[in-house]
């Protein structure tokens, strides 16, 4: 309401505000897909059977635990062992 009227007095300030541009949200950078090769499921085999947290395979892999996840249902493989 304040905003309006001093719109509507002719504020040299709020005039300039209206026309600056508003900065654009930065986009998030899309990763590039990997392949799974038979040394990267080898791999997750062996951290499943090291009961490995699921956090410290996507370190070393670079992966997301999300592909992580997936790919080891895919598999058939347990993944996410809690002690």
Do not use: C, F
């Not at 309006?4 to 900065?23: A, I, W």
């Not at 070393?60 to 997936?70: D, F």
């Amino acid at each position: 309401m304040i905003y309006l009227s001093l719109l509507l007095v002719g504020d040299k300030r709020s005039e300039s505000r209206l026309n600056q541009e508003m900065p654009m949200a930065k986009q998030a950078k899309k990763g590039k897909r990997v392949e799974w090769t038979k040394a990267h499921e080898r791999e997750l085999k062996d951290h499943s059977r090291k009961k490995t947290p699921v956090k410290a395979i996507a370190k070393t892999m670079k992966r997301t635990p999300g592909a992580l996840r997936q790919k080891a249902h895919a598999m058939g493989v347990s993944l996410g062992h809690r002690r």
